[in-house]
């Protein structure tokens, strides 16, 4: 807190005690009555009255709250967080920030309006940097995760067991924190506590996906087919019917036709399965054209990924075979709706996947109301306009999960026109969400340079957008324009516990943060930071040599050599490789 203001904890606190009102209203009392008490009995009726009155005053001033309301002012305990993190969605990405956007995200345009938003707020080009920013508060120059974490990055390039993360700092004033979905802060490979890193870290529980991103997709569908350019969406797409593989109860593989009806292929592995093929490698469309048997043992982008746990001295992997984001919601809501039932203030950190590749259709029940896939545009995911239709069907519908984890958590209702009524004044929780870093390149929104975006120091590869909403914003609906970093937010989370951070973190640890509950109390707030930072470095251990590939953007062809290990990941992000393998293979951008 900025020296000579309140601790915003006991602000909190002392807003939230009624006894200040009791005692005035005693006061009167003693002032106009009590000198007319000349007996027993009189102060025993006095008594009598008063009682009455204080409880009156009580009942009255609780049934004038609203029952969220009352139920945070009747504890002195602090708020709990949600913390809703968005992958690889910039500033450009949100109409409420970006007039050119289309409207696509109703949810977070109405925590836009309840709350403060922030266009202003810079993030680290890439995820790992900007993740560890948020839960150290330090920049990457400090934690040495200065780009995002792959598989051959070493233990100084992950976030360290021996920094004072965000479940450290609010553990002090009695929070249980978990982290739901993506966590790439380190792990599982080059790191002493493999797939127990989250636990490492400080968090009470985790579930989600430790890596960047969703895993590749098969094109393969579980290897019944080696021509990958057929189903590049990981499913036959379109309205075409057919037969799918399924895993039994005792992990036997069975085919099955839905009673005759089939399933279109998109269904199919929405329910967990994979789309049968021939012997020509197309759709079958009957069990006894389904002569190839797949393999469960393959990824696939969004339906078919590794899940870890870590709960206390649980740690386990499974592969999960639910749409990833939906997935996410459920274990967040899970987990929020156990520890709502006790007097603990709680920090769940949702971390959606998406939109970050690989483009795969979400399900059809995430899809806007009425929507066609244009019929010029062949439906798929590898053509610039292809990807841009994908990438805001992924959009609407994390906004879509977004409004069915805050009514789960009991923060919003659903009116019967299908819009989320959010009154942040009778919650108990603070919401916080924010992009981790600039969209990537074929999903940028105009005006913003899809040239300049994720990955690179611009501002289109930096700006996230941030809104904070909850009981402790006065004058909701505003928009801050003064410079907020990905740090701050660490400072954030310390002061709506009611917590210096830099109390609580040794001064060996060095924090970059800067305060910010000033600009949610206080419509007229000056600027916290005089500057702004972001960085991007590479980690790449000495040895190991990447080598140049070209993407397509806008048009042009734009060439790196630092973004791409592999020719798997490269053509996975739509890149042209040209290293070991290529028909041409060049050692770097300049040749």
Request: charged share 15%; proline share 9%; glycine share 10%.
């Amino acid at each position: 807190p900025i020296a000579g203001s309140r601790v915003p904890g006991e602000y909190y606190r002392q807003k939230t005690i009624r006894e200040p009102k009791i005692i005035m209203c005693r006061r009167k009392l003693k002032r106009s009555v009590r000198p007319q008490i000349p007996s027993v009995l009189a102060r025993r009726n006095f008594l009598k009255f008063f009682c009455a009155t204080v409880v009156f005053v009580i009942v009255a001033q609780f049934l004038l709250l609203e029952p969220g309301a009352a139920q945070a002012q009747s504890t002195n305990r602090p708020p709990n967080i949600l913390f809703i993190i968005l992958d690889d969605v910039g500033i450009d990405q949100l109409k409420s920030f970006n007039p050119q956007a289309p409207q696509i995200t109703p949810v977070m345009d109405t925590l836009v309006q309840q709350g403060v938003s922030f266009n202003n707020c810079w993030m680290m080009p890439e995820c790992s940097p900007s993740r560890a920013c948020f839960f150290t508060g330090r920049y990457p120059l400090r934690t040495g995760v200065r780009a995002a974490i792959l598989d051959y990055d070493l233990p100084s390039s992950q976030v360290s067991p021996y920094e004072v993360t965000t479940p450290r700092v609010l553990a002090h004033a009695g929070y249980a924190s978990a982290l739901i979905g993506k966590f790439h802060l380190g792990g599982p490979d080059n790191n002493p506590a493999g797939i127990g890193a989250p636990a490492a870290l400080g968090w009470n529980y985790y579930n989600g996906c430790l890596v960047g991103g969703p895993p590749y997709i098969d094109a393969t569908l579980g290897g019944q087919t080696t021509n990958t350019a057929l189903y590049p969406s990981g499913f036959p797409v379109g309205p075409a019917r057919g037969v799918g593989w399924f895993l039994g109860p005792q992990t036997n593989i069975y085919c099955d036709d839905d009673n005759g009806a089939g399933y279109t292929g998109q269904e199919c592995v929405q329910l967990g399965g994979i789309p049968a093929l021939n012997a020509s490698g197309g759709f079958a469309t009957n069990i006894l054209d389904a002569t190839i048997t797949p393999t469960f043992a393959n990824y696939n982008g969004y339906y078919a990924w590794p899940r870890t746990i870590n709960d206390g001295t649980n740690i386990s992997q499974v592969t999960d075979r639910h749409y990833m984001v939906t997935a996410q919601t459920d274990d967040a809501l899970a987990w929020i709706q156990q520890h709502s039932s006790n007097n603990t203030p709680w920090m769940c950190s949702v971390s959606y996947s998406s939109i970050h590749t690989p483009y795969q259709e979400p399900p059809t029940n995430l899809y806007p109301p009425g929507f066609v896939w244009p019929p010029e545009i062949p439906e798929g995911n590898t053509t610039e306009a292809q990807i841009k239709i994908v990438s805001n069907l992924m959009l609407y519908g994390t906004d879509k999960e977004i409004g069915r984890l805050l009514v789960g958590a009991g923060l919003a209702t659903n009116l019967p026109s299908g819009e989320l009524q959010y009154t942040p004044a009778a919650t108990d929780t603070m919401i916080v969400l924010c992009g981790d870093n600039g969209t990537y390149f074929a999903s940028v929104n105009l005006p913003y340079n899809p040239l300049r975006a994720k990955a690179s120091p611009y501002q289109t590869g930096i700006l996230g957008p941030l809104i904070v909403a909850g009981p402790m914003v006065v004058q909701p609906g505003r928009t801050v324009t003064n410079m907020v970093n990905a740090v701050d937010l660490f400072s954030l989370f310390g002061e709506i516990a009611g917590l210096d951070v830099r109390s609580v973190v040794p001064a060996s640890h060095i924090l970059d943060c800067a305060p910010m509950m000033a600009y949610l109390t206080n419509s007229a707030a000056g600027p916290s930071r005089q500057y702004n930072f972001t960085q991007l470095g590479s980690t790449v251990p000495p040895g190991l040599h990447i080598y140049p590939a070209v993407l397509t953007i806008a048009g042009q062809k734009v060439g790196t050599d630092t973004l791409f290990d592999s020719e798997e990941l490269a053509v996975d992000e739509g890149a042209e490789w040209f290293g070991p393998g290529a028909p041409v293979v060049y050692n770097d951008c300049c040749e």
